[in-house]
């Protein structure tokens, strides 16, 4: 029974986990963005930097972790000796939970200069999923929450 607990916590640890991650891409909306008007501005990309996109803490990892590490360390010795050791997982747990979370979900980005048709030069940094080179002609979309995002 106790095994079946574990493989449960570790389970649900990563499902929150999971949930957790939100898309830096391009070519991903949240659900405030749809159906809201985006100006569009065109230009050409004068350069393209690779980047890493810190991942999120958002706690659950701490809070995942802490549960998993509590649930383990208490299996650990009886009376006060488990209680111990219950408090000793829950804190390694929340502090490997935190940086799991943060290493699960941080991303390959780019930084993308373009040259507006107008002259203006913006830099964007978005999820490196699609591929830009400089010299491309492209649109740079913004939205009325300040998101901005290329596009081919």
Sequence with gaps: MKVLGKGFVFMMMGLLLAGCASSR?????????????????????????????????????AVG???????????????????????????????????????????DGLEILVRLDSGRLVAVVQEADVAFAAGERVQVLTGTDGTIRVRK
Excluded: F
Excluded at 42 to 54: A, R, S
Excluded at 78 to 91: D, P, W
């Design 25 to 61: 891409s391009g070519q991903v909306y949240s659900r405030d963005q749809a159906r809201m008007a985006h100006t569009v501005e065109t230009g050409v990309v004068e350069q393209v930097k690779q980047v890493t996109i810190e991942g999120t803490k958002t706690g659950a990892g």
């Design 65 to 107: 972790g802490g549960l998993a590490g509590g649930v383990l360390g208490s299996t650990i010795g009886s009376g006060r000796g488990s209680t111990i050791a219950a408090v000793a997982g829950a804190l390694a747990g929340a502090a490997a939970g935190t940086m799991a979370e943060e290493q699960l979900t941080k991303a």
